[in-house]
């Protein structure tokens, strides 16, 4: 079956440490798209891309890195210059970003609870 | 900047009652979409409907339609005869087509419980 998956389900960080959150989909979709949920904040856009090798910041970009070496991958680092990681990590994926496909769904995966040690 | 507004945190239905959950957002451009995603307990995202603004006939899923006032920027979501698998949040959504991307941004959500 076509879908997103994270993994891992659940990490844990330690201060000053660096942590990468896995994202791979195997729907051909050109889009990926990476949020932050905390309570009572709703969805907040980290990063996204639309194609391979290119990638564009979101609302809350700052202490994160991100990769889109394959169509298929687009790994999360959470970095040490985030200071306050904990939180529900969704990544998405959609057909494309062009005027044809702005009103595909978005398909997520199940998410990464981050929390720091 | 485009932003979406749900004002009500919580809200409440008793089973097999309908409820409406509010939306509105805020936007200077003419064509864009809006969507309802559901989070139940297990925090997948599904998306419960769709509607596109240029349409002015309100979107319809099953028991799920939505009102959408254009001039007015809102975008409610009826459920009628709620079930107890409808308790979950729920996040208006809001994207459009602005030159190289698309952005889809969401409000802060609705916590929906239902009462037996």
């Known amino acids: 079956d076509g879908g997103i998956t994270q993994s891992p389900k659940y990490l844990f960080r330690k201060e000053g440490q660096n942590v990468t959150l896995s994202c791979e989909q195997n729907?051909?979709?050109?889009?990926m798209y990476w949020y932050r949920q905390d309570p009572g904040q709703g969805l907040r856009l980290i990063y996204y891309s639309q194609i391979v090798n290119d990638f564009q910041k979101g609302d809350i970009a700052e202490g994160y890195s991100v990769s889109r070496e394959k169509k298929e991958s687009f790994p999360l680092t959470v970095t040490s210059a985030q200071k306050n990681p904990t939180a529900f990590y969704l990544c998405?994926?959609?057909?494309?970003?062009?005027?044809?496909?702005?009103?595909?769904?978005?398909?997520f995966g199940s998410g990464t609870q981050l929390s720091v040690l | 900047a485009q932003t979406v507004t749900q004002s009500q945190p919580e809200m409440s239905v008793q089973e097999a009652e309908t409820v409406t959950l509010s939306c509105t957002y805020d936007?200077?451009?003419?064509?864009?979409?809006l969507f309802w995603y559901k989070q139940p307990p297990s925090r997948q995202m599904i998306l419960v409907i769709r509607q596109e603004a240029y349409k002015q006939q309100n979107a319809t899923e099953n028991r799920f339609s939505v009102n959408f006032q254009k001039a007015a920027k809102s975008f409610s979501l009826k459920i009628s005869d709620s079930q107890l698998g409808d308790a979950a949040m729920y996040f208006c959504?809001?994207?459009?087509?602005?030159?190289?991307?698309?952005?889809?941004?969401f409000g802060k959500g609705i916590t929906l419980s239902v009462r037996p």
């Open positions: 998405a994926s959609s057909k494309g970003q062009g005027r044809a496909v702005v009103n595909e769904k978005l398909f």
């Open positions: 959504a809001y994207r459009t087509y602005t030159g190289a991307n698309s952005k889809l941004t």
């Open positions: 936007t200077s451009e003419s064509d864009y979409y």
């Open positions: 729907l051909n979709h050109d889009a």
